[in-house]
């Protein structure tokens, strides 16, 4: 099997940054690349995404495209579901972005955990859409980092982490539908 050629983003055919298809690692270095790839990938999720990092960050969620293709995937598939593990969702909470608002009203679809003190995390940040693509930030502090978009092996590595983590952890108050 050939060994796969990472790529920067500038070199990658943005009609190929779908999950499931293609086969380069692709490396960005911005926050605005990192939203690009981020996009694509949200935007291409048919069944699950899975999100971990230290918190939920406005500074990586970024703008409406990432919003969007998150609403995408769970009003065009009501089995969809979207699960994220941080140590705080506090910073986005109030910074008052439109996520919050929506993973609340895609409850149980969306569901937000809090990491329990002291349990291993996983290798920095990371997003896995449907078992065959992810996004990795080695240093989730920074914007650098790798994605590939039809890499089930490594996918189901990170889906694995990630579930043994969602066992420990705790519903995020932050994030529960506001009732009166």
């Known amino acids: 099997?050939?060994?796969?050629?990472?790529?920067t983003i500038d070199e990658i055919d943005p009609a190929s940054m779908v999950p499931g298809s293609g086969n380069a690692l692709v490396s960005f270095a911005t926050r605005g690349e990192l939203q690009t790839v981020l996009t694509h990938l949200l935007t291409g999720a048919r069944h699950e995404v899975l999100y971990?990092?230290?918190?939920?960050?406005?500074e990586h969620l970024g703008p409406s495209p990432v919003l969007a293709g998150i609403e995408n995937l769970l009003t065009g598939n009501r089995a969809a579901s979207l699960r994220t593990l941080t140590d705080s969702s506090q910073a986005l909470v109030k910074s008052g972005h439109r996520l919050v608002e929506s993973l609340r009203r895609f409850m149980p679809q969306a569901e937000c955990r809090i990491r329990r003190p002291g349990i291993q995390q996983g290798p920095g940040g990371f997003v896995v859409v449907d078992r065959v693509a992810y996004l990795l930030l080695p240093d989730p502090d920074r914007y650098a980092g790798t994605a590939g978009f039809n890499a089930p092996g490594t996918a189901e590595?990170?889906?694995?982490l990630f579930n043994q983590s969602w066992e420990l952890a705790q519903p995020d108050p932050e994030m529960l539908p506001l009732t009166i």
């Open 52 to 58: 971990e990092n230290v918190r939920l960050d406005v």
């Open 157 to 160: 590595k990170l889906r694995d």
């Open 1 to 7: 099997m050939a060994e796969r050629q990472v790529r």
